[in-house]
């Protein structure tokens, strides 16, 4: 049996419970993946965003996510921006993304460019619990889950839950990170278990949705890090959805 399929078999019940919750609150209008795709093309994206495309697959994740044109989304600790400036392109004239990072980061200078170069981003320098309550569609964080987990899981608790603050009722948490292997030194590693990031998200009162593995990589054996050459930044991934209930 694959680990894809053993990752389904541990989570069937719960996968199943709420699979009903989640089609209650069923897209509208759905993404628009080829539209995605010529928008991620166009000459004004930066070539170094271009060159993770392939590995990112960010329409087909975001397609899983239920992400629309016309939602306020959020992109947790985005750094400069890659999934911020996606986001944008999904979400479209009507929507607004949020571009979150603490103030002073070292990514700052590029994400203020971005900002300013996309009318639908609103750079918001300061914590997720600074953002107004219930008004966020879709939340995510990006690659970046295992740091806040894995150096300090109450601090963790409290990013996960000021986020659900800022979602609306029914409003979607994606997680997206490198996948580690459970009692290994995944802070070292820059991964996460995926049984131990499915369990923080429940802890902090989350319903999980699904999972997909649109983003698995079984060449990577998890044992080291995702800078590590040997990988070319395509690390095995866990791509989580949650809801607010």
């Known amino acids: 049996m694959n ?7 541990s989570f069937k019940k719960a996968l199943t419970t709420i699979t009903v919750l989640g089609l209650m609150s069923g897209a509208a209008a759905a993404l628009d993946m080829a539209a995605l795709e010529r928008a991620m093309a166009n000459p004004d994206r930066p070539a170094a965003d271009k060159e993770r ?3 990112r697959q960010a329409p087909a994740v975001l397609n899983f996510m239920g992400v629309e044109p016309g939602m306020t989304v959020l992109d947790i600790n985005a750094s400069a921006g890659w999934y911020t ?17 603490r103030p002073g980061g070292r990514s700052a200078e ?6 300013a170069r996309l009318d639908n ?19 995510m964080t990006a690659l ?11 601090a963790a608790q409290s990013l996960l839950k000021d986020t659900m603050k800022a979602l609306k009722k029914g409003g ?18 820059h991964r996460i278990a995926f049984d131990e990031a499915v369990k923080a998200v429940l802890a902090a009162g989350y319903v999980l949705v699904g999972a997909s593995d649109v983003l698995d990589n079984p060449a990577d054996d998890h044992s080291v890090g995702p ?12 791509v989580l959805k949650f809801m607010k209930p």
């Open 3 to 9: 680990r894809s399929a053993i990752k389904k078999l």
């Open 53 to 55: 495309d392939a590995s």
């Open 85 to 101: 400036e996606v986001l944008s392109y999904a979400v479209g004239d009507s929507g607004k993304v949020y571009m979150q990072n």
């Open 110 to 115: 590029a994400a203020a460019a971005r900002a």
């Open 121 to 139: 981003v609103q750079a918001w320098d300061d914590e997720v619990a600074t953002l107004p309550a219930n008004s966020v569609d879709y939340a």
């Open 144 to 154: 970046n889950f295992h740091d806040f987990h894995n150096s300090n899981p109450a």
């Open 172 to 189: 979607i948490l994606g997680i997206i990170d490198h996948e580690g292997t459970p009692g290994a030194d995944n802070q070292s590693l």
């Open 227 to 238: 800078f590590d050459p040997s990988l070319g930044r395509n690390t095995d991934r866990i």
